[in-house]
């Protein structure tokens, strides 16, 4: 794996670019990749370690830039790299994502002192750890729920989701790869469940789920 912010961009790039080839006519779906796209793009996908799919890294993480630089990530400070149509909706539905992963951070950095206070049986120390905790999660949650301020789902739901659907269910084909020997590839398309916050807090905080689709993907 060489990811680097290089080929990282370019997989963003690609990924777009395949998926609007792929779903130009929601009607009409494409089924197969055709082989100068198909192979550069598995390629990179080697490189970054993910599958030859628009992924939540490259459709969020990775799609963002600060508008004034000496301020914070946050909502009104953030914009997108890349989109297919345009538009507020899809626009703020990306960068809602943003902040909500920027508003975790504490969490994150977090993570080694909380079981180092359980180690330690520091009850004192592990309160304050478990408010930070409560203090992230409520501002994501406070994020979140600005979802409806400039994305509605309506328009959401028929001009942005399509592009981002992957082939779980229906397959494609990726001509001249030859890893995948001609066969039908299923790969799941980009969602906010690919982010790490929730599998984070679930091993912090020793929570276990009844095995789903979900739980799986």
Known sequence: EMSTPITNAFMRHISFIAHAYIHEDPANRRDTIPVDLARIWHRVSKLVGRPPVLSYKSYALDNWQLIRGSEPVALGNIGLLNNFYGGLDEEWFVLVHIDIEAKAAPIVKIVPESQQAVLDNDLEKLEKCLEVILSAQT?????????????????????????????????IIYEGVEEYGGQLQRFRGETGAQSSIVPTLDALLGIYHVPNEMTKY
């Open 139 to 171: 501002e994501m949650l406070a994020t979140l729920k600005r979802m409806p301020e400039n994305c509605d789902p309506y328009i959401y739901f028929n001009r942005v989701r399509p592009f981002i659907h992957g082939w779980e269910r229906r397959p």
